[in-house]
């Protein structure tokens, strides 16, 4: 079989792809497709720790901890004391956060519908439906 034939190249190519356009288009607000994902996660639920993002976000820990770091130091984000547990920390997203993504997410909604806009709209679906299963298969 081609490489070219494999499913998971596919979707990683697919991916890669997606994330860099997004890349370029945040481009002008200082921020990548990664660190939005995570600024976007905790916009629709923030006061959680940072296992929790991990978990919403599917990111390795290590790796959302150094996203937090840059979120943080452009001010989009701030940790606060867990009132319970003095080694973890509690985030939220600060107001210039929730803007920034306020502008963010209709740019990314409008990548993906330009992407979507060949495939009608059965076959989005079950193409949705296809990668929630494969995600939920992958573990």
Known sequence: MRI????????????????QSLTLRFQTYDITS???SVLNTLTL???????ELSQRTEKDPTNV????????RKGWIRR???PEDRRAYLLYVTESGRELNRILAPMEAELIASVLASVDPESERVLREALLSINDHIQ
Do not use: C, Y
């Open 80 to 82: 606060a004391p867990h």
């Open 45 to 51: 639920g923030d006061g959680v720790n940072q296992r």
């Open 65 to 72: 901890t150094r996203i937090l770091d840059q979120l943080e």
């Open 34 to 36: 990664e660190q939005w």
């Open 4 to 19: 070219d034939d494999s499913i998971g190249f596919m979707i990683s190519t697919i991916g890669r792809k997606l994330n």
